[in-house]
């Protein structure tokens, strides 16, 4: 027996509730974010069943330059509640939020426009600060392999890479989302299964196990910190399960010649995603710098040339010469001898440097002897750093103070 019989039965009568007609329409859009806010007009509409009522349903979920829209119109046996905005993950980077109303009126669901839930940033509010972590940002229902790069705001610090899945009704669909979050994980929806009509499941199993540019390099030149050379590799690898990318760039320079050693593959599992790049040493003695660069998405150890490095390293006009001479040596695999160039050091030196350092990881092994001009007085290139993205570093050194070198003074 039907509830309205029942109590027809019962004797208590019941208003005969009035069928209703209400707007209907899916919209589903990926939009650039400065056309928002979006309007829209409803057009069409739906003779609900008995006692239904009218539904809008909006989700955003933003993401960079991007806005996925997800709009539903229609009647619905759901019960009538007030609008309800949720946000159910809040940015910087990817976030979501929602606008769900339930109402019984004709037509009552008139819902115009995204500006409720999504307001532009005007214009004099600054916009948040860049952080040093770049990810690609992707809405699709097929694959995000070509998917643009952008940097991060400073808070979100990881990459998320997942599928939605959305059901509405009978209907399903899958949506491929990348872009910057705050946290680590497979966690973009925190929590939420529904958004009124809307099923929401995610899963990020496929970007378990990563393909990452695979392959090593060592230049010895005499311009590498001015000239850019080409860093691509040809050959992939499949990493472990929970192994992320890497890519590694150390370039040292002793003024008349330079080494650049670079590596490319699979690192530690659980490496936080991150983008480092450093100066050990110099200028204006012998220059010790490097680029590393953790990242979770597949083949995004996509650097093509040395210039990710040299871009950032600082380019003094030339100093002028000093006083001080150094024996001046970069020698791979072999020693420096005795008859090592002696080199007029640029102003601003103060020690000669000589000394021994072992590289290894990512591929690579090998030694380099090093001599050459120094300002620090610490007399080590490293400062204690035993580490440089994939490379484990070792030093053994020692510095001589310029006066020392009387005989090589001019
Ligand atoms: C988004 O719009 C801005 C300004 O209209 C434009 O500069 C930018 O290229 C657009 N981005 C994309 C991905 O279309
Ligand atoms: C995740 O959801 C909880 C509870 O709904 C909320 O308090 C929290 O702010 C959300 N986290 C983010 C990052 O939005
Ligand atoms: C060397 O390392 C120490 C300790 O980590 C630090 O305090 C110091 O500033 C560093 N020196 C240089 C020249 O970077």
Same mark, same amino acid.
């Given at each position: 027996m039907s509830?309205?019989l /029942? /109590?027809?039965?019962l004797g208590i009568?019941?208003?005969?509730?009035?069928?209703l007609?209400? #707007?209907?329409g899916?919209?589903?859009t990926?939009?650039?974010?400065? +056309?928002?806010?979006? $309007?829209?007009t409803a057009?069409q509409e739906?003779?609900c069943?008995d006692?239904?009522? &009218?539904?809008?349903?909006?989700?955003?979920i933003?993401?960079g330059?991007?806005?996925y829209?997800?709009?539903?119109?229609d009647?619905?046996?759901?019960?009538d509640?007030?609008?309800v905005?949720? $946000?159910?993950?809040a940015?910087?980077?990817?976030?979501?939020?929602? #606008?769900t @109303?339930v &109402?019984r +009126?004709?037509?009552c669901n @008139?819902l115009?426009? %995204?500006l409720l839930?999504?307001a532009?940033h005007?214009?004099t509010v600054t916009?948040?600060a860049l *952080?040093s972590?770049?990810c690609?940002v992707?809405?699709?229902?097929?694959?995000?392999?070509?998917?643009?790069?952008v940097?991060c705001?400073?808070?979100?610090?990881?990459? #998320?890479s997942?599928?939605?899945l959305?059901n509405?009704?009978?209907r399903?669909?899958?949506?491929?989302?990348?872009g910057?979050?705050?946290?680590?994980? &497979?966690?973009?929806?925190?929590?939420t299964q529904?958004?009124?009509p809307?099923? /929401?499941?995610?899963t990020?199993d496929s970007e378990?196990i990563?393909t990452?540019?695979?392959?090593s390099?060592?230049r010895?030149? $005499?311009?590498?910190?001015?000239?850019?050379?080409a860093w691509?590799?040809?050959t992939?690898?499949?990493?472990k399960?929970?192994e992320?990318c890497?890519?590694t760039?150390?370039?040292?320079?002793?003024g008349?010649? %330079?080494l650049?050693a670079? %590596?490319k593959?699979?690192?530690k599992? *659980?490496t936080?995603?991150?983008?480092t790049?450093s100066?050990?040493s110099?200028?204006?003695?012998?220059?010790?710098?490097s680029f590393a @660069?953790f990242c979770?998405y597949d083949?995004c150890?996509?650097?093509?040339?040395?210039?990710?490095? /040299?871009n950032?390293?600082?380019h003094?006009a030339a100093?002028?010469?000093g006083?001080?001479?150094?024996?001046t040596?970069?020698s791979?695999?072999?020693?420096c001898?005795?008859? %090592?160039?002696?080199?007029?050091?640029?102003n *601003?030196?103060?020690h000669? #440097?000589?000394g021994?350092l072992?590289?290894?990881g990512?591929?690579l092994?090998?030694?380099?002897?090093?001599?050459g &001009?120094?300002?620090?007085?610490?007399s080590?290139?490293?400062?204690?750093?035993?580490?440089?993205?994939?490379?484990?570093?070792?030093?053994?050194? +020692?510095?001589?103070? *310029?006066?020392?070198?009387?005989?090589y003074l001019?």
């Amino acid at each position: 027996m039907s509830p309205a019989l /029942l /109590l027809a039965f019962l004797g208590i009568t019941v208003p005969r509730v009035q069928a209703l007609t209400c #707007y209907s329409g899916t919209l589903v859009t990926v939009r650039n974010s400065s +056309e928002l806010p979006l $309007q829209w007009t409803a057009k069409q509409e739906e003779h609900c069943e008995d006692g239904w009522s &009218c539904q809008d349903v909006l989700m955003l979920i933003e993401n960079g330059p991007q806005v996925y829209v997800l709009l539903i119109k229609d009647c619905t046996q759901a019960a009538d509640h007030e609008a309800v905005i949720t $946000q159910h993950r809040a940015g910087p980077g990817l976030s979501i939020a929602s #606008y769900t @109303r339930v &109402c019984r +009126e004709n037509l009552c669901n @008139r819902l115009s426009t %995204s500006l409720l839930l999504w307001a532009p940033h005007p214009p004099t509010v600054t916009p948040p600060a860049l *952080g040093s972590v770049r990810c690609p940002v992707c809405f699709s229902d097929g694959s995000c392999q070509s998917a643009a790069e952008v940097t991060c705001p400073a808070e979100s610090t990881h990459c #998320y890479s997942g599928t939605l899945l959305l059901n509405v009704g009978h209907r399903s669909g899958r949506l491929r989302v990348q872009g910057c979050m705050s946290q680590a994980g &497979c966690n973009l929806l925190n929590g939420t299964q529904e958004i009124g009509p809307i099923r /929401l499941r995610e899963t990020c199993d496929s970007e378990a196990i990563l393909t990452c540019h695979q392959g090593s390099m060592i230049r010895i030149s $005499q311009d590498l910190t001015q000239k850019p050379v080409a860093w691509s590799t040809s050959t992939e690898q499949l990493c472990k399960l929970g192994e992320v990318c890497q890519e590694t760039l150390l370039l040292i320079d002793v003024g008349f010649k %330079s080494l650049l050693a670079g %590596s490319k593959g699979c690192s530690k599992p *659980g490496t936080q995603d991150s983008q480092t790049i450093s100066i050990h040493s110099g200028p204006p003695g012998v220059l010790v710098a490097s680029f590393a @660069r953790f990242c979770s998405y597949d083949k995004c150890n996509s650097a093509a040339s040395s210039s990710v490095l /040299l871009n950032s390293l600082p380019h003094p006009a030339a100093p002028a010469p000093g006083d001080l001479q150094c024996p001046t040596c970069l020698s791979i695999f072999g020693s420096c001898t005795h008859d %090592s160039d002696i080199v007029r050091c640029p102003n *601003g030196n103060s020690h000669c #440097y000589k000394g021994h350092l072992a590289v290894t990881g990512g591929g690579l092994s090998f030694p380099v002897n090093i001599q050459g &001009c120094m300002a620090q007085p610490s007399s080590s290139l490293l400062n204690g750093t035993q580490n440089i993205g994939v490379f484990s570093m070792i030093e053994d050194h +020692e510095a001589i103070v *310029g006066a020392a070198l009387a005989p090589y003074l001019a």
